[in-house]
């Protein structure tokens, strides 16, 4: 049996290809866009065959496995074109794959109107909506998602089966009792992924409130936050580079990770569980976030503490909402607990959607 991860950005940059890969003990091969070929070790032992991306490559892979057990998964709406040239040749062929998964990231939503760069936003808008809506009636193809939410607005939208949740939660990396014993930076906050998502419009209520906010991520550097913020408040805030997903134990010296964009209402911000929210969980963190995170709050809201929820006009109690989570020896058995729990689901889910065995 194989397992093909098909993406349009580096697998091994991508946390949820790389938790997916962590979950299934069988020859995996990402086709995707990197600079490494071969072979590559992805941690804890496991190796997978890493190939740069294209049509030629992806019919040569195709053509050369035809006939074996072979899984082919497809992440976001760059890689639908993809799944539909792969499933052009299975039905001419059905051993071409035995089974075709499309893992929806994100929703393609309708852009905002205005300029040029609109039209071709609509353009493109119009062209993944109707190559989702095919994709969504075909039989042979499994649709995935990581939460509830987007599996019913994409569901709705394209009329279609609505697809499974495997929400991207891996197992606590401490122990309960190494949770709970963990030091944490008293007077700092988290944020770490990528430039578009930085929380700079809480970062006065951070500095009123005595804390720091600590930077992680590709392309956070000192210019984004010269452009970003006044100069008064840059000291607010400390830079500290690229992370690689392999290697997040940074997030263990955190009590809280930041996600907070509160002028975004799309249903993709709404419905979002981002890969973010559950290496957090992993390490037992607590999460500062803006109300319209909809489907992050209703996790949140089964432990007290887990969440400092910062609502329009309440900026300015930051520290009184962090101060007044309960983070006793509770709290930490609680997150424990829940971390577990939503990981062992999320694998099972998966695993049954790509039909395979389990560990």
């Not at 032992?45 to 019919?59: D, E």
């Not at 035995?98 to 205005?114: F, M, T, V, W």
């Not at 394209?158 to 009792?177: F, N």
């Not at 690229?242 to 249903?267: C, E, H, N, S």
Request: aromatic fraction near 12%; charged fraction near 25%.
């Amino acid at each position: 049996m194989k397992i093909i991860h098909v993406y349009k950005t580096d697998c091994f940059q991508a946390s949820r290809v790389l938790l997916q890969t962590s979950w299934v003990a069988v020859d995996t091969i990402f086709l995707h866009r990197c600079l490494r070929e071969g072979e590559v070790e992805v941690g804890e032992g496991r190796r997978v065959t890493s190939k740069r991306l294209g049509f030629s490559a992806l019919a040569r892979l195709a053509f050369e496995l035809r006939g074996q057990d072979v899984r082919w998964v497809f992440h976001a709406q760059s890689s639908l074109f993809y799944l539909y040239a792969l499933f052009l040749f299975s039905f001419f062929d059905r051993g071409i794959a035995s089974l075709i998964a499309y893992d929806i990231h994100d929703l393609n939503e309708r852009p905002a109107a205005g300029g040029a760069s609109s039209i071709r936003s609509f353009v493109r808008y119009w062209i993944l909506a109707a190559a989702e809506w095919g994709v969504a009636r075909m039989k042979r193809v499994r649709t995935v998602t990581v939460s509830n939410g987007l599996a019913r607005v994409f569901s709705g939208r394209t009329g279609g089966r609505v697809p499974v949740v495997v929400r991207s939660a891996p197992l606590p990396t401490l122990a309960e009792t190494e949770l709970r014993g963990a030091l944490r930076f008293e007077k700092a906050l988290l944020f770490f992924g990528t430039p578009q998502r930085v929380p700079f419009e809480l970062v006065s209520s951070i500095a009123k409130a005595g804390y720091e906010l600590h930077l992680y991520g590709r392309g956070i550097d000192s210019r984004l936050v010269d452009l970003s913020l006044p100069e008064s408040l840059r000291s607010s805030v400390k830079l500290f580079g690229p992370y690689r997903p392999t290697d997040l134990d940074f997030i263990g010296k955190y009590k809280f990770v930041v996600l907070y964009k509160p002028d975004i209402v799309l249903d993709n911000f709404r419905y979002s569980l981002p890969n973010k929210f559950f290496q957090g969980l992993a390490y037992g963190t607590g999460f500062v976030v803006s109300e319209n995170f909809e489907e992050i709050r209703e996790i949140i809201e089964e432990i007290p503490g887990l969440g400092v929820v910062v609502r329009r006009g309440e900026e300015s109690r930051l520290g009184e909402l962090l101060q007044a989570g309960e983070r006793g020896e509770l709290f930490y058995s609680r997150v424990h607990s829940l971390a577990q729990d939503l990981s062992v689901r999320a694998r099972r889910a998966y695993e049954e959607v790509i039909e395979l065995p389990r560990l």
